[in-house]
């Protein structure tokens, strides 16, 4: 195994939408094939500013520094039926298990260990499966407004990416993923993963986020400078390799409904959130102390009622049809499960 096949693939996008028809397909080639060598590429140049970035992630840590009193004004509901407001410690449990209806036991050994994490679930105000659930304006004064134009900023984005797969698997029709991604069905998270004893960590007595696939079609994720994510080594099942900070890039990586699509010609790949780098350790009471972690991931979904079927040119008599066609909103209820429990003790202020 070579240093490269070690390291998340780096493309410049710069070119794209000012380029060439060839610009465009290099672009696309060198796209599709890191998604199916890794899953994963940074993305630099993408379209977003970075003072842009700068005060997305600004407001998300304004948010997460109010009081958890504050924060519960506009609670998760319980259940996965509706993933939208703010989860506290302990409400999300990420897991790759399938959940079916009825075994509690399943749930229950799946939930031992904890996430240790809190978030907020942000969409596009037109769906109405999905309503958003906001603060009050007086809380926290512009974040609805900020929030809400960064959510169709990271659209435009995920169009253009959309479009460099569509080249980059062989279809003549560059805008055929755009026909069942409207943006209404996508998701817009901020992730805060508060200091904890890095040795709780390291003995697994709670987690970060343990190793999953997302769900949908592509995941844009914007992070800070602390590090922690990681990605299951293409080759080596059971082994994660660091997804090292790159500032201002995005890191994009292939979900089941695209690995699905494209007949597992790209790859969803399993990744997860632990133990960071611990640089300058922090110490408290001589324990070693992770600082916090802020991340925010964009998912991008097809909308709730497409069905993604194997495509053509992803498929021949080498590589046969390996899966059913499936209902994205069917999906996403199979894989949202066991994420929320039915039943939770909400945390004590």
């Not at 409207?182 to 805060?192: A, F, K, P, T, Y």
């Not at 082994?239 to 089941?256: E, Q, S």
């Not at 640089?279 to 991340?295: A, F, L, P, Q």
């Amino acid at each position: 195994m070579t240093p490269e096949q070690d390291t998340i693939p780096v493309i410049d996008f710069s070119a794209w939408s000012r380029g060439s028809i060839e610009d465009k397909k290099r672009i696309g080639r060198e796209v599709t094939d890191a998604c199916r060598r890794v899953g994963f590429v940074y993305i630099i140049n993408h379209g977003i500013p970075s003072d842009i970035l700068k005060e997305a992630f600004g407001w998300s840590k304004r948010l997460f520094d109010l009081s958890l009193e504050e924060k519960m004004l506009a609670p998760h509901p319980l259940g996965p039926t509706v993933h939208r407001g703010y989860s506290w410690p302990g409400l999300e449990k990420v897991s790759q298990d399938i959940i079916t209806d009825g075994d509690e036991e399943k749930e229950a050994e799946n939930r031992k260990i904890s996430d240790f994490k809190e978030s907020y679930e942000i969409g596009s105000e037109d769906s109405k499966t999905q309503p958003n659930i906001w603060l009050r304006q007086e809380v926290l004064p512009g974040f609805r407004e900020f929030t809400t134009q960064f959510y169709w900023k990271c659209h435009d984005v995920a169009k253009e990416l959309l479009r460099a797969l569509a080249i980059g698997v062989g279809l003549e029709d560059e805008g055929f993923f755009l026909r069942f991604h409207s943006g209404i069905n996508n998701q817009l998270r901020l992730l805060h993963y508060p200091p904890i004893e890095a040795e709780k960590l390291s003995s697994n007595v709670v987690a970060r986020m343990p190793a999953h696939s997302d769900w949908g079609t592509i995941t844009m994720l914007f992070q800070d400078d602390c590090g922690g994510l990681q990605v299951e080594h293409p080759n080596e099942p059971g082994h994660f390799v660091d997804a090292t900070p790159i500032k201002n890039a995005l890191v994009m990586n292939v979900g089941d409904l695209l690995m699905r699509w494209s007949n597992d010609l790209l790859k969803s790949t399993l990744h997860r959130v632990t133990l960071p780098p611990i640089e300058n350790d922090i110490r408290v009471d001589g324990k070693v102390v992770t600082k916090s972690r802020y991340s925010i991931p964009y998912f991008v979904s097809p909308d709730e009622k497409s069905v993604i079927e194997c495509l053509s040119v992803c498929t021949d008599e080498d590589h046969p049809i390996k899966y059913a066609p499936v209902v994205q909103e069917d999906y996403r209820r199979m894989r949202a499960r066991g994420q929320y429990a039915e039943t939770a003790n909400a945390p004590i202020p």
